[in-house]
């Protein structure tokens, strides 16, 4: 069974600070990995998309990749009250699927 | 990225009834699929909507009750039939586009009273 792990939180973080999340992943095949954001009553908004080991950064976002260690992790840097959301880490599969965590709900205290 | 309607956005239902959900996509998308997302939870995957031939389901999900058409590449529906107040949830539809990206449709929330 392929599994994403994600803790699921609240994670509280004091604004302008960085919040981290991290996602665990079990099949080692996986070649694509996703940061999807879900604020309370909408649908989830895919933030970002890496495919190679190391840190790809868009804007305040960094994801970063360790295909060895298995595990995918987002930085929010100066969070906003604004990003106080769920976000849920996302692995294709080999048949065109992408298999989500639950999700980590953010908390930015103003 | 991928503009994504689904209708309705909303809806109360009573048990025993059935509700159709459309979805629609701007442009031709190979592969759409349609999650389940009750309250809290994260998303379930109910079926591959395949155009040209049936839907492809997971476990747990049978076409009798979840009904799925996909007449072209840029429209598909999902039926949820005989309801009950389990089957209360959002429903999304969601397309692959390149590099395995996903992008899902703002939703429709479904009340079965």
């Known amino acids: 069974q392929k599994e994403v792990e994600q803790n699921s939180g609240p994670l509280s973080v004091p604004e302008g600070a960085i919040a981290s999340l991290n996602c665990t992943y079990s099949d080692r095949g996986s070649q694509s990995f996703f940061w999807y954001r879900q604020y309370s009553g909408k649908s989830p908004e895919l933030i970002m998309s890496i495919y190679s080991n190391g840190d790809k950064e868009d804007g305040r976002f960094t994801a970063q990749l360790n295909k060895a260690s298995q595990y995918v992790s987002l930085l929010i840097r100066d969070s906003q009250p604004s990003d106080s959301a769920t976000y849920l880490c996302?692995?294709?599969?080999?048949?065109?699927?992408?298999?989500f965590g639950k999700g980590t709900r953010l908390h930015i205290l103003p | 990225s991928a503009v994504i309607s689904q209708k309705p956005s909303r809806d109360i239902c009573q048990r025993g009834t059935s509700l159709t959900i459309q979805c629609q996509v701007d442009s031709q998308v190979t592969m759409m699929f349609w999650y389940r997302q009750q309250p809290g939870q994260s998303l379930t995957l109910i079926a591959t909507a395949n155009q040209g031939s049936e839907a492809t389901y997971e476990s747990g999900f049978v076409i009798d009750k979840f009904p799925i058409s996909r007449p072209n590449l840029t429209f598909s529906t999902l039926t949820v039939s005989n309801m009950s107040p389990e089957d209360s949830s959002i429903y999304l539809c969601?397309?692959?586009?390149?590099?395995?990206?996903?992008?899902f449709g703002p939703g429709t929330r479904l009340t079965v009273t």
């Open positions: 969601s397309v692959l586009r390149a590099s395995y990206e996903q992008y």
């Open positions: 996302a692995v294709n599969s080999p048949d065109d699927k992408i298999i």
